[in-house]
């Protein structure tokens, strides 16, 4: 058995080929806590306005491993533990940020943003337009969202419809370790807060990985994987999911395409919608629950435009249920939607129109 | 520095003083007679504070205000024209009509900003002094803030943190009383507000905030020891609003006797002119040519601001994020 194979039985999925790394450098395998480790680690060498603060991330090496020993090679000043102080990690990461600094803050869990929403909602994100150009909050956040590890209601949200709902953050989900790194490094370029909203399962998955310093365009959505019968439109680890489900249902003679946005703000609304009116059935997936979500919007979006006299079926939304993630391992599974139900979802869409 | 004794630091305390006053009148008629939008804030009776706390300050120090923020942007060097062209919701405001009253940021004299939110600066000024000890500069961030702001959880986490690196930064607490309607007194049993500072291991001072060689004095301790990388210090100035919290006020909270005892015996502005007088520092003549001088400037400001163009929805959408410019390295 190959080390490959040991590391995919052991994290209990494939590696899928629609999330390798974008072309254009040389790459290596890395987990995606690794891709993202490798580019704090160019970043802070690089730059000395950039540096890293939040909960754990030092001696301890981050709650889900992030950082690591990142601490010994960079030092305390650039690695940076806080107190568990999450409106206190914003409010200072955006104070550094308008005055010199590029400070990336991490929130050990998505969901404690709520401690520090004022920061992101009022502060960080209005600050540029409500103060007329005066400052720029060149700040990132970093934050684990998504359900699947046991951790139940308060530790397993799929926050991103919030953070989009707020004019002047831009908001991305990587998807894959090469997205996770890339975004990152393309959010240091950028005068403007960035939330990346990164995913738990995926901190261990090996993923092909560009090396030095890349980046992945924020504001330009990924076409994953190409086929003539439905467009899969799908966010985070809905992502590979849809790839997975998209091998199973080419078994069945069903061709997907899984599209992937990356960026949900600002959208890149034309890569969709170019890609629904090639199939002319969509399917939007996320892990998150469904009233209010994200992809209502994409849906909204779709039958507003030229796109819509394309569709040969309802648009169709696979959200996580409206329920609070629950802890038991059947029950959290059972809310939010996996592979099998993508295949459903997708057969009855194609066969049904 | 001496204030009250050094003549040309007398004039410029005594200028600070009537611009934020006059200021405030002007907003305040402008309002009356219908040709101000939205709401305000005003500091009357609270001049004193941020007058004596900047002239601690360089041009290069930060700073962060409050919703009843104008008085902490004159004071550290606002443009008054530029700041009435605002609240007059003109395009050439300090944020091009887009902020108004509570959200006046002035980039050249590294004020960070009013905030809408009460407590909201407090941990982006430790933000700016955690900048300034990483950047290793001697720069200060002074956090200006209401007494309400001691019961938001932000305030504490920005004084843990702040307290914790030790980073430059000079909490100031304007306690005028009270948070809107609630009375600090009520609202925090302590037997002065400065002794929070205590559960956060770093020092804390009261100061008659109505006095402007007080506050300044308290202020240049803490610079000096924030410059020193001592870390922060926690101040509460006495001092008292004399108008409502906002327009919608009608001071049901509070007795007429009350106000007019503070607006008769504890005015900061005449307090000060007395106290030059009596220092003979400067003469009534000297005070009357300040005063002549801030009232030309103020009606100035006012005419010109007036006279801009105003604000337009042109590039609304566009003025949402700030330009990219490519790869920072």
Not at chain 1, 92 to 105: D, H, S
Not at chain 1, 145 to 161: D, K, R, V
Request: charged residues 20%.
């Amino acid at each position: 058995m190959t080390m490959q194979e040991q590391r995919s039985i052991h994290e209990g999925l494939e590696h899928p080929t629609g999330l390798g790394a974008r072309p254009g450098a040389e790459t290596a395998e890395m987990t995606y806590a690794e891709a993202i480790r490798d580019a704090l680690r160019i970043a802070i060498e690089a730059d000395p306005s950039v540096f890293l603060m939040g909960e754990d991330v030092g001696r301890y090496g981050g709650a889900f491993g992030v950082t690591g020993t990142l601490v010994d090679e960079l030092g305390t000043d650039r690695i940076r533990d806080t107190t568990i102080s999450e409106l206190g990690i914003v409010g200072l990461g955006v104070g550094a940020a308008m005055t010199g600094m590029k400070p990336i803050v991490e929130i050990q869990f998505s969901d404690f943003t709520a401690q520090a929403m004022d920061q992101i909602a009022n502060q960080a994100a209005k600050i540029h337009f409500m103060l007329g150009g005066e400052a720029n909050v060149p700040l990132v956040i970093r934050a684990p969202g998504g359900s699947g590890t046991g951790a139940a209601a308060q530790h397993s949200q799929s926050l991103e419809a919030w953070f989009a709902h707020i004019p002047g953050l831009k908001v991305v989900m990587p998807a894959s370790g090469d997205d996770a790194k890339g975004l990152l490094l393309a959010a240091l370029d950028d005068p403007n807060p960035v939330m990346i909203l990164e995913h738990k399962l995926l901190y261990k998955q090996t993923f092909e990985v560009r090396t030095g310093d890349v980046r992945t365009p924020i504001g330009k959505a990924a076409v994953r994987r190409t086929g003539g019968d439905l467009t899969i439109v799908a966010t985070g680890v809905e992502v590979q999911r849809s790839l997975e489900a998209a091998e199973l249902l080419a078994a069945q003679g069903i061709q997907a395409t899984v599209v992937d946005p990356v960026t949900l703000t600002p959208l890149d609304s034309a890569t969709i919608l170019a890609e629904v009116v090639k199939t002319g059935r969509v399917l939007l997936v996320q892990e998150a629950v469904q009233t209010g979500g994200f992809m209502s919007e994409v849906s909204a979006i779709i039958a507003e435009s030229e796109a819509f006299v394309h569709l040969r079926a309802p648009i169709r939304r696979l959200s996580g249920l409206d329920v609070p993630i629950p802890y038991a391992p059947q029950l959290e599974k059972a809310v939010v939607p996996q592979v099998d139900d993508i295949v459903v979802a997708a057969t009855a869409l194609v066969k049904e129109w | 520095m001496q204030i009250v004794t050094d003549r040309s630091a007398a004039i410029e305390a005594l200028g600070t003083l009537w611009r934020i006053r006059r200021f405030e009148e002007a907003v305040e008629d402008l309002y009356g007679r219908g040709m101000m939008h939205g709401t305000m804030h005003l500091s009357i009776g609270q001049e004193a504070v941020p007058t004596g706390a900047c002239m601690a300050l360089r041009r290069d120090d930060y700073i962060t205000s409050t919703h009843r923020g104008h008085g902490h942007c004159i004071a550290k060097g606002a443009d008054l024209e530029r700041m009435m062209a605002e609240l007059l919701a003109k395009d050439t405001g300090y944020c091009r009509g887009r902020g108004g009253s509570m959200h006046i940021a002035d980039a050249a004299t590294n004020n960070l900003g009013a905030n809408g939110i009460v407590a909201g600066g407090v941990p982006i000024a430790a933000g700016a002094g955690l900048s300034a000890q990483m950047r290793g500069t001697d720069q200060v961030a002074v956090c200006f803030h209401g007494d309400g702001a001691m019961g938001e959880g932000a305030w504490h986490e920005g004084v843990v943190l702040a307290a914790m690196w030790k980073l430059p930064v000079v909490f100031l607490c304007e306690n005028n009383l009270y948070g809107m309607s609630m009375s600090s007194a009520k609202a925090f049993p302590l037997e002065q507000l400065s002794d929070r500072a205590n559960g956060y291991g770093i020092p804390g001072v009261t100061v008659d905030g109505n006095d402007v060689q007080a506050v300044h004095d308290a202020v240049e301790t803490a610079v000096a020891r924030a410059r020193a990388g001592e870390g922060p210090t926690f101040i509460v100035a006495e001092t008292y609003r004399w108008r409502g919290h906002s327009k919608s006020d009608k001071n049901l909270y509070r007795t007429r006797d009350e106000i007019e005892s503070w607006r008769e015996s504890n005015d900061p502005i005449a307090r000060f002119e007395k106290s030059v007088l009596e220092a003979g520092t400067l003469t009534e003549a000297d005070i009357q040519t300040v005063r002549d001088e801030v009232r030309d400037d103020l009606r100035g400001a006012v005419q010109r601001a007036a006279a801009a163009p105003d604000a337009t929805p042109e590039g609304l959408l566009d003025a949402v994020f700030a330009p990219t410019t490519g790869a920072a390295r």
